[in-house]
Protein backbone atom coordinates (compact mmCIF):
# COMPACT_ATOMS: atom_id res chain seq x y z
CA UNK A 1 0.00 0.00 0.00
CA UNK A 2 1.87 3.19 -1.16
CA UNK A 3 1.15 6.90 0.39
CA UNK A 4 -1.45 7.86 -1.68
CA UNK A 5 -3.26 4.73 -0.75
CA UNK A 6 -3.02 5.41 3.18
CA UNK A 7 -3.93 9.53 2.73
CA UNK A 8 -7.09 8.43 0.98
CA UNK A 9 -8.21 5.90 3.28
CA UNK A 10 -7.20 8.29 6.04
CA UNK A 11 -9.31 10.56 5.03
CA UNK A 12 -12.21 8.38 3.86
CA UNK A 13 -12.03 6.55 7.44
CA UNK A 14 -14.37 9.45 9.17
CA UNK A 15 -17.20 8.38 6.29
CA UNK A 16 -16.55 4.90 6.65
CA UNK A 17 -17.08 4.93 10.46
CA UNK A 18 -20.04 7.06 10.24
CA UNK A 19 -21.57 4.79 7.83
CA UNK A 20 -20.69 1.86 9.76
CA UNK A 21 -22.17 3.15 12.75
CA UNK A 22 -24.89 4.83 12.05
CA UNK A 23 -26.06 2.78 9.01
CA UNK A 24 -24.64 -0.90 8.50
CA UNK A 25 -25.07 -1.48 12.23
CA UNK A 26 -28.65 0.01 12.54
CA UNK A 27 -29.42 -2.29 9.59
CA UNK A 28 -28.24 -5.45 11.10
CA UNK A 29 -29.84 -5.05 14.31
CA UNK A 30 -33.57 -4.45 12.66
CA UNK A 31 -33.26 -7.25 10.65
CA UNK A 32 -32.15 -9.52 13.30
CA UNK A 33 -35.06 -7.64 14.96
CA UNK A 34 -37.37 -8.54 12.44
CA UNK A 35 -36.70 -12.25 12.93
CA UNK A 36 -37.79 -12.51 16.56
CA UNK A 37 -41.09 -11.49 18.21
CA UNK A 38 -39.72 -9.21 20.69
CA UNK A 39 -41.56 -6.07 21.85
CA UNK A 40 -37.87 -4.39 22.81
CA UNK A 41 -40.00 -4.58 26.58
CA UNK A 42 -40.14 -8.16 27.26
CA UNK A 43 -36.57 -9.57 28.80
CA UNK A 44 -37.05 -12.98 26.41
CA UNK A 45 -36.84 -12.71 23.10
CA UNK A 46 -38.28 -15.72 20.76
CA UNK A 47 -36.48 -16.36 17.35
CA UNK A 48 -39.30 -16.80 15.03
CA UNK A 49 -37.99 -16.87 11.44
CA UNK A 50 -39.13 -15.37 8.47
CA UNK A 51 -42.87 -15.80 10.17
CA UNK A 52 -43.01 -11.61 10.29
CA UNK A 53 -42.12 -11.16 6.58
CA UNK A 54 -44.70 -13.61 6.07
CA UNK A 55 -47.05 -12.24 8.03
CA UNK A 56 -46.66 -8.83 6.70
CA UNK A 57 -46.84 -10.06 2.73
CA UNK A 58 -50.47 -11.22 3.80
CA UNK A 59 -51.64 -8.90 5.78
CA UNK A 60 -54.33 -6.31 4.16
CA UNK A 61 -53.65 -3.16 6.60
CA UNK A 62 -49.59 -3.43 4.90
CA UNK A 63 -50.96 -3.86 1.47
CA UNK A 64 -53.13 -0.80 2.32
CA UNK A 65 -50.88 1.22 3.73
CA UNK A 66 -48.76 0.94 0.43
CA UNK A 67 -51.37 2.24 -1.89
CA UNK A 68 -51.99 4.98 -0.26
CA UNK A 69 -48.34 5.51 0.11
CA UNK A 70 -48.51 5.50 -3.75
CA UNK A 71 -51.19 7.86 -3.94
CA UNK A 72 -49.45 10.26 -2.03
CA UNK A 73 -47.01 9.86 -4.75
CA UNK A 74 -49.07 10.13 -7.59
CA UNK A 75 -50.61 13.12 -5.83
CA UNK A 76 -47.65 14.99 -4.16
CA UNK A 77 -44.91 14.51 -7.00
CA UNK A 78 -46.88 16.69 -9.56
CA UNK A 79 -48.13 19.14 -7.51
CA UNK A 80 -44.67 19.64 -5.79
CA UNK A 81 -43.24 20.26 -9.08
CA UNK A 82 -46.13 23.01 -10.52
CA UNK A 83 -45.96 24.75 -7.54
CA UNK A 84 -41.88 24.91 -7.76
CA UNK A 85 -41.88 25.40 -11.49
CA UNK A 86 -44.26 28.27 -10.96
CA UNK A 87 -42.25 29.80 -8.01
CA UNK A 88 -38.81 29.23 -10.62
CA UNK A 89 -40.06 30.76 -13.25
CA UNK A 90 -41.89 33.92 -11.96
CA UNK A 91 -38.67 34.58 -9.64
CA UNK A 92 -36.03 33.86 -12.62
CA UNK A 93 -38.48 36.57 -14.72
CA UNK A 94 -37.60 39.19 -11.98
CA UNK A 95 -35.14 41.52 -12.99
CA UNK A 96 -33.56 42.24 -9.44
CA UNK A 97 -33.75 41.00 -5.90
CA UNK A 98 -33.82 36.84 -7.10
CA UNK A 99 -32.29 36.06 -4.50
CA UNK A 100 -34.34 37.69 -1.95
CA UNK A 101 -37.32 36.53 -3.49
CA UNK A 102 -36.25 33.07 -3.07
CA UNK A 103 -35.16 33.35 0.62
CA UNK A 104 -38.78 34.17 0.80
CA UNK A 105 -39.74 30.95 -0.63
CA UNK A 106 -37.11 28.89 0.98
CA UNK A 107 -37.85 29.39 4.64
CA UNK A 108 -41.11 27.12 4.85
CA UNK A 109 -38.36 24.62 4.47
CA UNK A 110 -36.56 25.46 7.05
CA UNK A 111 -39.73 25.17 8.99
CA UNK A 112 -40.64 22.46 11.72
CA UNK A 113 -43.17 20.07 10.30
CA UNK A 114 -44.89 19.58 13.02
CA UNK A 115 -45.06 23.41 13.73
CA UNK A 116 -46.59 23.59 9.89
CA UNK A 117 -49.11 20.68 10.75
CA UNK A 118 -50.10 22.08 13.52
CA UNK A 119 -51.02 25.50 12.38
CA UNK A 120 -53.14 23.87 9.14
CA UNK A 121 -54.53 21.68 11.57
CA UNK A 122 -55.87 24.88 13.44
CA UNK A 123 -57.23 26.45 10.57
CA UNK A 124 -58.52 22.87 8.69
CA UNK A 125 -60.36 21.35 11.51
CA UNK A 126 -63.93 21.42 11.00
CA UNK A 127 -64.99 23.70 13.70
CA UNK A 128 -61.83 26.09 12.92
CA UNK A 129 -62.42 29.48 11.29
CA UNK A 130 -62.27 28.60 7.24
CA UNK A 131 -64.84 26.10 7.85
CA UNK A 132 -67.07 28.25 10.29
CA UNK A 133 -66.74 31.09 7.23
CA UNK A 134 -67.66 28.40 4.29
CA UNK A 135 -70.67 27.36 6.72
CA UNK A 136 -71.67 30.24 7.64
CA UNK A 137 -71.07 32.72 4.47
CA UNK A 138 -71.06 30.07 1.71
CA UNK A 139 -72.92 27.43 2.84
CA UNK A 140 -70.03 24.68 2.16
CA UNK A 141 -69.60 22.10 4.43
CA UNK A 142 -66.61 20.46 4.11
CA UNK A 143 -64.43 18.71 6.66
CA UNK A 144 -61.14 19.27 4.99
CA UNK A 145 -59.08 16.55 7.45
CA UNK A 146 -62.07 14.41 7.49
CA UNK A 147 -63.13 13.15 4.13
CA UNK A 148 -60.98 10.50 2.93
CA UNK A 149 -60.31 12.28 -0.99
CA UNK A 150 -59.64 16.06 0.39
CA UNK A 151 -57.24 14.73 3.76
CA UNK A 152 -54.58 13.32 0.46
CA UNK A 153 -55.28 16.61 -1.14
CA UNK A 154 -54.49 18.65 2.14
CA UNK A 155 -51.46 16.41 3.31
CA UNK A 156 -50.01 16.87 0.16
CA UNK A 157 -50.50 20.52 -1.00
CA UNK A 158 -48.75 21.29 2.67
CA UNK A 159 -45.70 19.49 2.08
CA UNK A 160 -45.53 20.64 -1.60
CA UNK A 161 -45.86 24.24 -0.17
CA UNK A 162 -43.06 23.54 2.10
CA UNK A 163 -40.90 21.82 0.15
CA UNK A 164 -41.54 23.84 -2.87
CA UNK A 165 -39.08 26.43 -2.29
CA UNK A 166 -36.06 23.61 -1.87
CA UNK A 167 -36.57 22.74 -5.21
CA UNK A 168 -37.61 25.90 -6.41
CA UNK A 169 -33.93 26.74 -5.79
CA UNK A 170 -33.03 23.94 -8.03
CA UNK A 171 -35.32 24.49 -10.82
CA UNK A 172 -33.96 28.16 -11.27
CA UNK A 173 -30.23 27.09 -11.57
CA UNK A 174 -31.27 25.00 -14.08
CA UNK A 175 -33.15 27.75 -15.70
CA UNK A 176 -29.92 30.47 -15.65
CA UNK A 177 -28.05 27.83 -17.25
CA UNK A 178 -30.66 27.87 -20.83
CA UNK A 179 -28.86 30.28 -22.89
CA UNK A 180 -31.21 32.80 -23.67
CA UNK A 181 -30.41 33.30 -27.40
CA UNK A 182 -32.18 29.98 -27.87
CA UNK A 183 -35.41 31.62 -26.99
CA UNK A 184 -34.93 35.05 -29.14
CA UNK A 185 -34.75 32.38 -32.23
CA UNK A 186 -37.80 30.87 -31.52
CA UNK A 187 -39.42 33.85 -30.54
CA UNK A 188 -38.25 35.04 -33.88
CA UNK A 189 -39.78 32.28 -35.55
CA UNK A 190 -43.28 32.90 -34.00
CA UNK A 191 -42.84 30.24 -31.16
CA UNK A 192 -45.60 31.21 -28.47
CA UNK A 193 -44.66 31.18 -24.77
CA UNK A 194 -46.31 27.77 -23.94
CA UNK A 195 -44.14 26.75 -27.25
CA UNK A 196 -40.94 27.64 -25.76
CA UNK A 197 -41.85 26.21 -22.46
CA UNK A 198 -42.61 22.48 -23.83
CA UNK A 199 -40.16 22.59 -26.47
CA UNK A 200 -37.28 24.26 -24.91
CA UNK A 201 -37.23 25.08 -21.24
CA UNK A 202 -38.95 21.70 -20.15
CA UNK A 203 -36.44 19.20 -22.09
CA UNK A 204 -32.85 21.54 -21.56
CA UNK A 205 -33.96 21.88 -17.54
CA UNK A 206 -33.88 17.89 -17.56
CA UNK A 207 -31.21 17.78 -14.61
CA UNK A 208 -32.87 20.22 -12.22
CA UNK A 209 -36.12 18.21 -13.24
CA UNK A 210 -34.63 14.85 -12.68
CA UNK A 211 -33.29 15.95 -9.15
CA UNK A 212 -36.35 17.46 -8.22
CA UNK A 213 -38.49 14.41 -9.58
CA UNK A 214 -36.46 12.05 -7.11
CA UNK A 215 -36.08 13.86 -4.29
CA UNK A 216 -40.28 13.99 -4.32
CA UNK A 217 -40.29 10.54 -4.83
CA UNK A 218 -38.01 9.93 -1.86
CA UNK A 219 -40.27 12.60 0.51
CA UNK A 220 -43.80 10.39 -0.56
CA UNK A 221 -42.18 7.15 0.44
CA UNK A 222 -41.33 8.99 3.83
CA UNK A 223 -44.34 10.88 4.74
CA UNK A 224 -45.05 10.06 8.25
CA UNK A 225 -45.08 13.70 10.48
CA UNK A 226 -47.57 15.45 8.47
CA UNK A 227 -49.84 12.46 8.52
CA UNK A 228 -49.22 11.70 12.03
CA UNK A 229 -50.14 15.40 12.87
CA UNK A 230 -53.08 16.26 10.51
CA UNK A 231 -54.80 12.82 10.43
CA UNK A 232 -53.65 10.03 12.77
CA UNK A 233 -53.97 7.86 9.57
CA UNK A 234 -57.63 8.76 8.72
CA UNK A 235 -60.26 9.09 7.90
CA UNK A 236 -61.02 4.79 7.49
CA UNK A 237 -56.82 4.68 6.81
CA UNK A 238 -57.35 7.10 4.11
CA UNK A 239 -53.73 8.30 4.55
CA UNK A 240 -52.33 5.53 6.81
CA UNK A 241 -48.65 5.40 4.70
CA UNK A 242 -46.54 3.06 5.40
CA UNK A 243 -44.67 4.82 7.81
CA UNK A 244 -47.98 5.18 10.04
CA UNK A 245 -48.98 1.53 9.71
CA UNK A 246 -44.49 0.79 11.13
CA UNK A 247 -45.15 3.26 14.21
CA UNK A 248 -48.48 1.68 14.88
CA UNK A 249 -47.16 -1.81 14.99
CA UNK A 250 -43.87 -0.66 16.24
CA UNK A 251 -45.40 1.24 19.70
CA UNK A 252 -49.34 0.87 19.23
CA UNK A 253 -49.22 -2.69 19.18
CA UNK A 254 -45.65 -3.23 20.41
CA UNK A 255 -45.06 -5.76 17.82
CA UNK A 256 -41.46 -3.99 16.96
CA UNK A 257 -40.37 -7.19 15.46
CA UNK A 258 -43.18 -7.33 12.55
CA UNK A 259 -42.91 -3.80 12.36
CA UNK A 260 -38.89 -3.97 11.59
CA UNK A 261 -40.31 -6.41 8.73
CA UNK A 262 -42.76 -3.66 7.62
CA UNK A 263 -39.82 -1.41 7.59
CA UNK A 264 -37.34 -3.21 5.56
CA UNK A 265 -39.96 -4.24 3.07
CA UNK A 266 -40.97 -1.20 2.66
CA UNK A 267 -37.16 0.11 1.87
CA UNK A 268 -37.24 -2.81 -0.73
CA UNK A 269 -40.16 -1.57 -2.63
CA UNK A 270 -38.82 2.07 -2.18
CA UNK A 271 -35.27 1.91 -3.49
CA UNK A 272 -37.26 -0.35 -6.52
CA UNK A 273 -39.68 2.00 -7.10
CA UNK A 274 -36.90 5.04 -7.24
CA UNK A 275 -34.87 2.88 -9.38
CA UNK A 276 -37.90 2.53 -11.95
CA UNK A 277 -38.59 6.27 -12.20
CA UNK A 278 -34.78 7.28 -12.41
CA UNK A 279 -34.45 4.73 -15.28
CA UNK A 280 -37.80 5.98 -17.24
CA UNK A 281 -36.46 9.52 -16.33
CA UNK A 282 -32.95 8.55 -17.73
CA UNK A 283 -35.01 7.54 -21.35
CA UNK A 284 -36.81 10.23 -21.53
CA UNK A 285 -33.75 12.25 -20.89
CA UNK A 286 -32.00 10.03 -23.95
CA UNK A 287 -34.82 11.05 -26.50
CA UNK A 288 -33.96 14.93 -25.29
CA UNK A 289 -30.22 14.68 -25.92
CA UNK A 290 -28.81 13.93 -22.48
CA UNK A 291 -26.84 11.23 -21.93
Known sequence: ???NTKLGW???S????F??????LPLLWSFWLALTSWNMISPTVEFVGFKNFIDAFHSPAIRAAFVVTYKFLLVFVPMAFILSMTIALQVNSLPKFKGLYMVAFFLPYLSSGVVTSLIVKGL???NGPFNTFLRTRMGWDIDWLGNPQTSIFIVSLMIAWKMSGYYGLILISGLGNINKEVYEAAAIDGASA???FWKITFPMLYPAFFTVTVLAVGISFGIFTEVYQL???GPNFATNTWQMEIYNQAFVNLRSGYASAVALMASVVTFASIGVIRKLLEKWGEKNGWS
Open 19 to 24: TVIFFL
Open 10 to 12: LFT
Open 231 to 233: TGG
Open 124 to 126: LSY
Open 1 to 3: MNK
Open 194 to 196: WTR
Open 14 to 17: PYLI
